[in-house]
Structures are given as C-alpha cells and as structure tokens.
C-alpha cells in the first residue's frame, strides 16, 4: 500500500528532526531532504516543509531553493527560515529584529475562521528562535497571526496552499504545535494518516520476503533496542533463514549474556551465542588508550563474527540495525549541506570483503518508532525500554587496562545502580545510566581498618539522540542508598561519586 509522504527541505535547522518527528507522530510518513537536493519523485509527495535554518536570508550566502515545481503546485508551509525566505524573494521584506525574539511568546491575535488556526485560540504557546524577522509580507500575504513582538508570525498567501508561521511548531514548547501541522497536512493537504507501526510492520515484512526469497541472512544482535527489532521483523519475514550471532565480548554487563540469550530464544529467534570473551580479554592486554581498544575490540568483534557468519552456509545477507538519524543527510549549520558523521558504530561496521548484500529494516525509522514498532510485534516492554549501551560495552568505562578483576567490580557496582535505578522507578525516566572505574585508589576507613581502594563514578544522563545530554538530578536518598550498598557489597570500592556533567562539554562515557 503506498501512503501519503510529506517532504520536509531542510536548511540546516537544529530542528528539522523534529519536524519528521512531529509529522510522524500523526501517523504520517515523512522524509528530510536537503534543500538542495529536492528529490526527483516529486509527485510522490502530498506536501512540501521547509525547514529553519542558522542562515540568515538577508546573508550573501542565503540558501537558494528551486521552488518552480512546489509553488502553487504543493501545499508548502515554510517554517521560521522557510517563511522568511517566502517573504523575501517574493515581494516582501525581512530585516533584523530589534527585540529579542527567541524562547516563549504567545499568539496575540489570530485571523478569524482560518483552517489553519482551526482549535488553536490567542494566548497559545509558540517556541521563537529567530534573530531577523518578517518586516513586510510578500505579494498575495494574508496576515494570518501575530505575537507581542512578531507582528508578521503567521501568513498565507492569496489563492495557494501555502502557508508560512515564523515560530516552531515541532517544539514541545509550542503547545498547539501538533494542532497546527494536523490542520494544515490533513485539513489542508488532505494527507491520509494511515502511516502507523502496525502498518509499518506488514509492509516491511512483505517487502522483506520479496527481497529476500529464500536466501539467507545473517545478523549481530547486541542485546539493544535497534537490533532485537530488526531481528524480529526479518524473523517474520523469513523465519529460520535469519542466523543471529550475539558475540559475548566479555564487556557486558553483569549476566547480561545468559539472560539476554534466553530472551531471544524465548522470542523464537533462530540465534547462537558465542562467547569470545577470552579472545577479546586477550587483545586488550595492556591495552590503556581508548581509541587503542576500541580498536582492539572493533577487530575481534569483526574477526568472531566473520568466522561465525562463514559456519552459515550460503549466505548472502548481511542485516543491520542501521536507524533514520544515521542515514538523514542534513545541511551542516557552518553552512554547505554536508553529511552527518557517525562517530560511533555499534554492531555494524563490518568490513567489505564479507560480500555480503546490506538488509537495513529499520533505515526509515527514528529510536521512538523502532520502540513502537517493536510494540506492535509483541515484544516485551523490558527489552525495548533498554537503556542504550555501548559496543565496547564495560572497556570504555573501566578508565586505563583492562584486567577480568576490574570488569568483576565494575559489573557487580553497574548491577546495583541499574537493578536499584529500577527499584526506585528511575530507569525510564533516565536514558542511560551506567558506571566508571576510574583508575585512582583513596584512602577509606572500614571497621578499625584503613582500606586503600577503588573509586567509582555513576552517570545517569538525559538525552533524546545522545548527542547532547545533561545529568539526571537524582534523588539524594536514592544515592544514599546506592553508594551504600556499593561500598558495602562491592570488595575494592571504598569511594562512589555522581557526575554532574553536562555533554557538551563533557561526554557521556569517560572514555
Ligand atoms: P559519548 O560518550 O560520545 O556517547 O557522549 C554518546 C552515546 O554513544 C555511546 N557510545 C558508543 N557506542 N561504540 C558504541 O557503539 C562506541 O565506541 C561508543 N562510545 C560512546 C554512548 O554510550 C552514548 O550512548
């Protein structure tokens, strides 16, 4: 079944991720484009965003778009750049605005009786972040609404689909920000939202057999999200011709391999387990910069998995996790559209010479709907709410070399915090939480006794992509509790700290 697509230009917005998002979250399926690089399919699009931008249209270097075949011909709504880029180059005026326009503010007046604006009344929230603003509205505009500073914050123009609104509607903090691109997709566009998981999955499934016929395929899984949900979609799709390998790399958590595997067995996956722990504990020997294991482990993991896909006879597939952020080619914000740079590789990342064919169910999804569709398949809440973990795992939190000894401590220190973040009913409302061994010893009294030990560092941050993050303000008592029953549980602990870092410009990891 083929439905209804929104295009989203984008300028190079902080935002246009959200956008996607936004529309997606009403069921409608959404693809970002650079603006530059209109697709050529464009009749295969029911509407046309464009997107913010850093750029400023009254810059030499203005961002140039080719509207010839969406003008008039398309529902088109310009947001913030986009709506300023409307005005300039078509008869109006943008200029730099003399009173702060970024942040909170609220519509003042609204055209009366105008679709767009449908369930929407004055005083709603709208998110601003904008340093020019629309001074003069272009040939045919229709003010449609204003705020207290923004006279010119929402036009249409006279006799197209097309609308323009200065602020964003895909923040949370534009309250009737989904009201808004519901009115003007479905009211407006007549975009049908029949885009959900369920429909997602057997379609995707379909797709997959079709593409796949008998062969077969072999996958990593690594115990999270991305890849247990591709895993079950090809599992559908073409049962025991899917081969997953989860490699224990010795740097999981605390049991994590044993109650992991017994999870996907339960879910029917055809799946072997392969502990290499010994051959990865092997190359890391004095192995103390980070980039130096990562290496290290990288390699291993290639090495096991290639020998294990090889022991499967006639493959031909190769299947990844690979989710929608790490395909979207977006316009970098110093200007000149550029692709992003994944700096981590999770499972993937094997090398060429496997010849085997790429198989990526998940490229079209963002991390929520990876979760929704998983969801929909029946898969159990645990494991799609599962905090990310990196692929070195424990070794790029055990600071300096690693020894069996330290893993040993760190997993047992990490099982407290987790099993306790859940105990409290923290684990959802933090993204990833885990600990560090850091490689200094302190001085500690236990009974009569001096103690000369360990010191361990929890971090539990907030985020949505893991691109920037910010400490979760846990509760004292709660860390009370933790660092207690670590320094009493855990031999060679005697010290537990909380990172209060924020990324940037600290990371996530220590390492
Ligand atoms: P940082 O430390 O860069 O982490 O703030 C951001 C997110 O990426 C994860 N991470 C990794 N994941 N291989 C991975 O698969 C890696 O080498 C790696 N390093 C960091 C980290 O756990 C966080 O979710």
Not at 65 to 90: M, N, S, T, W
Not at 385 to 400: D, E, K, T, V
Not at 438 to 460: F, H, I, W
């Amino acid at each position: 079944m083929q439905h209804d697509k929104v295009l989203i230009l984008d300028f190079g917005s902080q935002y246009t991720q959200l956008i996607a998002r936004r529309v997606r979250e009403l069921n409608i399926y959404s693809e970002i484009h650079p603006f530059n690089k209109i697709p050529s399919n464009l009749e295969s699009y029911k509407a046309v965003i464009l997107s913010g931008s850093p750029m400023s249209v009254r810059s030499d270097e203005a961002f140039h778009i080719d509207l010839e075949e969406i003008r008039g011909k398309k529902p088109l709504l310009g947001v913030c750049y986009g709506a300023q880029y409307l005005a300039h180059f078509h008869g109006g005026e943008v200029g730099a605005s003399s009173t702060r326009e970024y942040g909170r503010a609220h519509l003042s007046h609204i055209k009366d009786g105008e679709e767009f604006f449908k369930g929407i009344s004055a005083g709603s929230q709208v998110w601003m972040s904008h340093s020019d603003t629309i001074k003069k509205l272009p040939t045919g505009g229709v003010l449609l609404a204003s705020t207290h500073d923004v006279e010119n914050a929402a036009y249409k123009i006279e006799g197209e689909t097309t609308f323009a609104i200065q602020f964003h509607p895909e923040v949370y903090h534009s309250t009737d920000g989904k009201q808004l691109l519901e009115n003007f997709l479905i009211h407006i566009a007549g975009v049908e939202p029949d885009w959900t998981p369920d429909s997602f999955v057997e379609e995707t499934v379909e797709r997959l057999q079709e593409m796949l016929g008998n062969d077969r395929v072999v996958l990593g899984l690594s115990g999270g999200v991305d890849s247990s949900v591709a895993a079950m979609l090809l599992h559908k799709a073409i049962g025991e011709n899917l081969y997953c390998i989860f490699v224990n790399n010795g740097l999981l958590r605390k049991n994590e391999f044993s109650q992991v595997l017994q999870q996907y067995e339960g879910m029917g996956l055809n799946v072997k387990g392969v502990d290499a722990s010994a051959r990865f504990m092997d190359a890391l020997k004095g192995q103390a910069d980070p980039e130096l294991k990562r290496k290290a482990i990288g390699k291993v993991f290639i090495d096991v998995f290639d020998d294990e896909a090889h022991q499967v006879k006639d493959v031909v597939w190769l299947a990844q996790g690979t989710i929608y952020p790490d395909v979207i080619e977006s316009v970098s914000a110093t200007g000149g559209p550029s692709a992003t740079i994944k700096s981590h590789h999770n499972v993937g990342g094997l090398p060429d010479y496997m010849k085997l064919k790429i198989v990526e169910p998940l490229r079209s999804l963002f991390k929520d709907e990876v979760r929704r569709v998983g969801k929909s398949m029946g898969m159990s809440a645990e494991l799609l709410g599962r905090h990310p973990f990196p692929g070195p795992g424990l070794a790029i939190r055990i600071l300096g070399d690693i020894t069996p000894e330290k893993v040993a401590i760190l997993q047992e220190v990490d099982a407290i915090f987790v099993n306790n973040l859940k105990k409290w009913d923290l684990y959802d409302q933090v993204w990833q939480a885990g600990a560090m061994l850091l490689p200094v010893n302190s001085v500690g009294v236990m009974g009569d006794e001096r103690t000369y030990e360990k010191c361990v560092a929890l971090r539990a941050v907030e985020s949505t992509d893991g691109m920037t993050a910010d400490w979760v303000n846990l509760p004292y008592e709660f860390l009370q509790a933790t660092s207690n029953e670590i320094i009493n549980k855990v031999k060679g602990v005697n010290r537990v700290v909380y990172d209060i870092s924020s990324k940037p410009p600290a990371t996530i990891e220590w390492e």
